[in-house]
C-alpha cells in the first residue's frame, strides 16, 4: 500500500501541487499538515508512520518535505527499512526498496543539507557585512523613546488605562507590555 505525507510549511500556501502528485502516484491514504520542516514534532508525520505496516511505502513529494537534516532524514529511512517499509520521492525518483535508490537517496540528503548550510553561512555573511556597515536588521521599533516617556507620564494618572495608551501610541497593549513591563505598577511607584 502507498501512503502519503505532504507538508506545507507556514510560509507555503496551499498543498495542492503536493496532494496531486500524491493521489497521481496511487497513495490510497495521505496525510496533510502545516509545520516547518526543521520541527521534530510533527503529528501528522507520526499518524502516518504508525499507520505504515511492513511492504507498504512512504511516498512524498519531494526530499525536504519529510526532514531538514541528513541525520533526520536517515534515521527515518532507517526506521522504515527495519519495519519493513520502503520510501518513494516523487520529484526525485527515489525508492529505497531497491540499492540504487538508498544510494541516491543518501547523496540526495546530503547535497540538500550542504545546500541549506552554505544559504545559513551566506545569511550570516550578509548579516554581519551590514553591521559593520553600521546597518541593524530586524523589526524597526514599535515605540519611541518619547512614546514610552508619554506612556509613562500617561499611566501615572489611574483612570487612564494602558489599552487607552496603547490605543492612542498606535500599538496593541501587549506592545506596550513589552516595553514596560508591569506598566502600571513599575509607573506608579516610579510616579510623584
Not at 516547518?36 to 514534532?41: C, E, I, N, V, Y
Not at 511516498?59 to 517499509?85: F, M, N
Request: charge should be positive; charged fraction near 30%.
Amino acid at each position: 500500500m502507498l501512503i502519503g505525507y505532504a507538508r506545507v510549511s507556514t510560509r507555503d500556501l496551499k498543498p495542492h501541487l503536493q496532494l496531486d502528485a500524491l493521489r497521481e502516484a496511487g497513495c490510497e491514504r495521505i496525510f496533510e499538515e502545516t509545520a516547518s520542516g526543521a520541527k521534530r514534532d510533527r503529528p501528522e508525520l507520526t499518524s502516518a508512520l504508525d499507520y505504515l505496516r511492513a511492504g507498504d511505502s512512504l511516498v512524498v513529494w519531494k526530499l525536504d518535505r519529510l526532514a531538514r537534516s541528513t541525520r533526520q532524514l536517515l534515521e527515518t529511512v532507517e526506521r522504515l527499512e527495519q519495519r519493513g517499509i520502503g520510501l518513494k520521492i516523487l520529484a526525485q525518483n527515489i525508492d529505497t526498496a531497491n540499492a540504487g535508490g538508498r544510494l541516491i537517496f543518501t547523496v540526495f540528503s546530503a547535497i540538500a543539507e550542504f545546500e541549506r548550510e552554505i544559504i545559513r553561512e551566506r545569511t550570516r555573511a550578509g548579516l554581519d557585512a551590514a553591521r559593520a556597515r553600521g546597518q541593524t536588521g530586524g523589526r524597526p521599533r514599535a515605540l519611541t523613546e518619547k512614546d514610552l516617556r508619554e506612556a509613562r507620564a500617561l499611566l501615572i494618572d489611574p483612570a487612564i488605562t494602558v489599552e487607552d495608551v496603547a490605543r492612542r501610541l498606535g500599538v496593541g497593549p501587549s506592545t506596550l507590555y513589552r516595553y514596560l513591563p508591569a506598566a502600571r505598577h513599575a509607573v506608579r511607584e516610579a510616579g510623584p
